[in-house]
C-alpha cells in the first residue's frame, strides 16, 4: 500500500516535467520558423535593429507577462493590468506636466500604488474566497475609471529628465540607441522573474499552489502570504509596465492599454505556461512575447495586412496553443512514458534490494 | 419575511437599485417625470430601461452561460461583429467608396437574419470548445474575444460604414405603442426566456448542468449539448444587442462598439445573486442590468464624464459580492450565533 502511494507521487512528478517541457519547447520552435521565414520573405530582416526593436516594441508587454506568468501558475488571473497601464500612463504624465513633479517621484508613487492595488486584490481573493476573474476585472474597471478621472485627454511629456531617462541606451549603432531603457527593464524583470520562479523558496510555493492548493495547505506551505504576494508582483509589473509604455509613448493617455490584458495572457500561454497553473516557465513566456513581437514585425514588413489580421493571428495562435495544453493535459502518451519510466526505476530498485538482502 | 430563499437572494439587489432610484428622486431635477411627446413616452425612467436594453439582453444570456459554471468574454466582440455584418449588408459597397445602396434594399429579413445567423455560429465555436473540448471558459472565449473585434474589422476593413434603413432603424430607434421598441423587445425575451427555462424543465437541466454535470449526465441530462446551447443562445443576446446599438446609431463601429459591455453583463449577473455553476435568477439579473445603467444614467446626469462610471461600477460589484462572499457571510453567522449565545 504505501509502495503504491509513493510511486503514484513520483509519477505525477514526471507527469509534470513532460507536460512543462512540450509547449515550450513547440513555442520556441514557432519562434525560431517565424523569424527564419520573416528573414527570408523580407530584406533587413536580420538587422541587429529589427532584433533590439523586437525588446523595445513588447518591453511594456513583456513586462506585464513576467508578473502575469507568477498568477497564472499561482492557479489565478489578473484581468487589471491592461487598466494598471493606462492609469500610470495618465498619472505619471498629469504628475510630470500638470502638477511639475519630479518624474523620478512620479514613477516611484505610481510604482506603490500598483503594488498596493495588487495587494489589495490578493487580499479579497484569498481572504474572501472570491473567484480571482471577479476580483481583477473590478480592478480593471477601477483603474480605467480613475485613468479618466485623472484626465481624459491626452497629455504629452515635454520634460526633459523624462525623455533623457527613456533615451539611455545600451549602445549606440548607426547614431541609434539600441535596447534603450523601456527594453533594459524589461530584460531585468525577466531575469528577476527567472531567478524568483527558479530560486526562491517563494517560486517553489507558487508551483505547489497551482499545483494543488490544498495539498500545498496541508504541506505548512505559506499558501495565503505566497497568493497576496503574487498579485501584489502582478500589481507591481503593471506598473512598471506603465512606465514603460510611458517611456515608449511618452505622453499619458487614459484609453492606452485597452485589451492589453488578453494579449498578456495570449503571450504567457503562448509560451507554454499552462492556464491550470502548476506548470510553465517565465523563459518561455519570453519565447511568447517575442512571437506576438514577430508577428506585428512580419505584418509591418508585409505592410498591406491592416491591424486586425494581428488580432485573428493571435487569435488563432492562442487556440492552437490551448488545443496543444488541452490534448497534452488529457492525452496518456506521458503517462505511459513515465508510467515506463517508474517501471524501469522500481526494477532497478527491487534488484538493488534483492542483491542487498542476498549480501 | 422573506422565508422564501427566491425573494431573500432579490432583496440586496432590489434594495440596492432602490437606494439609486431614490438617490436620483432627491438629487436629479425631474426624474420621476415622464411625458409624453409625439406620442412617445420620454423621461429618465424610460432612458434607464432604453438604454439599458442591450446590458439586459446580454445579461440574460450570460445568466444561463454563468448557470452552467462558465462565463462568455467574447460578447463585446460578438457585438462588434453582428453591427458590422449589418451594416456591409445594407451598404455593401461603402467600404470601397461607392456611397449608393443597392436596389432594391436590403430587405430586414437579411439584415437581422445574417447577422444573427453568425453570432451563432460564433458561439456554437464558443460551445464546442468549452463543452466538447474541454477547454476551461474564461480562455475559451477569450480566444473569440481577441480575434472576434478583428474578424469585425476585417468585415468593415477598418472603417465606420454610416447608412439609412428605415425598417431596420425601427429595431433600436422606434416606437411601439409609445414604448421604445429595445425595451419591447428586451421585455419579449425576457418573458420567453422565463417561460422556456422556468415553465419548462430546461432551467433545471441548466442548473444541474452547472453544478455537477458528470452527475446529470448520469441522470441522462445531455449537459454537454445544454453547455453548448446556452453558449449559443448567449451569442445570439449578443448579436441582438449588437443589432440594437447598431441600428441605433445607424453605423457600425467595429473598434468600440460593445467594448466593456461584457463586463457589464458579468457585473449585471453577478449583482443579481446568480451561482457560478448552479441556481440562476432571471429576475436578479434584470435587477442587476438595472442598477448597472441606473448608475451610468445617474452618473449623466450629474456631469460627470460618463467613462468614470467604471469607477462606481466596480465599487459597487466588489461591494455586493464582498456581502455575497463566504467569508462575510461566515463572520455574520458566527455573530448572529454569539448574540444568539449571549
Known sequence: MENKKGAGMKLNLNLNLTKKNIPILSSIGIFLLLYVVGGLFFNGFFSIGVFSNLFYDNAFLGVLAVGMT?????????????????????????????????????????????????????????????????VTLVGMFLFRGLAYQVSLESIPIRNELFLEMSQVGLFEYNGRTLFPMASLIFIFMVMLGVYMSHFRKFGRNIYAIGGSE????????????????????????????????????????????VGMELNVIAAVVIGGTLLTGGAGFIEGTLVGVLILGLIDTILNFYGQLSSWWFRIFIGLLLFLFILLQTWLTRSNIFLKYAMKQQQKRNDAAKGLQETSQHS | MFKNENVRKLLWP????????????????????????????????????????????????????????????????????????????????YIHGILEYPDPPTSLFVVIGVPLLICAIAGAWNGVLVAFVGIQPIIATLILMVAGRGI???????????????????????FLMGVPFPVIVSILLIAAVYFLTRRTSLGLFIESSGGNPIASRYMGIKSRLIVLSTYVFCAL????????????????????????????????????????????????????????????????????????????????????????????QDAINTWKTKRAQA
Open chain 2, 152 to 174: 469585425a474589422q476585417l468585415v468593415t476593413e477598418g472603417q465606420i460604414p454610416v447608412f439609412i434603413h428605415e425598417p431596420f432603424q425601427f429595431l433600436g430607434g422606434g
Open chain 1, 214 to 257: 490544498p495539498s500545498a495547505v496541508l504541506m505548512g506551505l505559506p499558501v495565503g502570504r505566497t497568493k497576496i504576494m503574487v498579485y501584489a508582483f502582478s500589481g507591481f509589473c503593471s506598473a512598471l509596465g506603465g512606465i514603460v509604455y510611458t517611456f515608449y509613448l511618452q505622453s499619458g493617455y487614459a484609453l492606452a492599454g
Open chain 2, 237 to 328: 443576446c449578443a448579436g441582438l444587442a449588437g443589432l440594437i446599438i447598431c441600428s441605433d446609431i445607424k453605423a457600425a463601429d467595429a473598434n468600440n462598439a460593445g467594448l466593456f459591455l461584457e463586463l457589464d453583463a458579468i457585473a449585471a449577473v453577478i449583482i443579481g445573486g446568480t451561482m457560478w455553476g448552479g441556481r440562476f435568477t432571471l429576475a436578479g439579473s434584470v435587477i442587476g442590468a438595472l442598477i448597472i445603467q441606473s448608475i451610468t444614467t445617474t452618473i449623466l446626469a450629474f456631469g460627470i464624464p460618463p467613462e468614470v462610471t467604471l469607477v462606481f461600477k466596480a465599487l459597487v460589484i466588489i461591494i455586493v459580492s464582498l456581502i455575497q462572499s463566504e467569508g462575510i
Open chain 2, 14 to 93: 432590489a434594495v440596492a437599485l432602490l437606494v439609486i432610484l431614490l438617490f436620483n428622486v432627491f438629487f436629479t431635477e425631474n426624474f420621476l417625470n415622464i411625458e409624453v411627446k409625439d406620442g412617445h413616452l420620454f423621461g429618465s425612467l424610460i432612458d434607464i430601461l432604453n438604454r439599458g436594453a442591450p446590458v439586459l439582453i446580454i445579461s440574460i444570456g450570460m445568466t444561463l452561460v454563468y448557470a452552467t459554471g462558465g462565463i462568455d468574454l467574447s460578447v463585446g466582440s460578438v457585438i462588434a461583429i453582428s453591427g458590422a455584418v449589418a451594416a456591409q449588408l445594407i451598404r455593401p459597397g
Open chain 1, 70 to 134: 507568477l498568477v497564472i501558475i499561482s492557479g489565478g488571473i489578473d484581468l487589471s493590468v491592461g487598466s494598471v497601464i493606462g492609469f500610470t500612463c495618465t498619472f505619471i504624465a498629469y504628475l510630470v506636466e500638470v502638477k511639475q513633479m519630479n518624474p523620478v517621484l512620479a514613477m516611484f508613487l505610481s510604482l506603490v500604488i500598483g503594488t498596493t492595488a495588487g495587494t489589495l486584490m490578493g487580499f479579497l481573493i484569498h481572504n474572501f474566497k472570491l473567484p480571482a476573474f471577479l
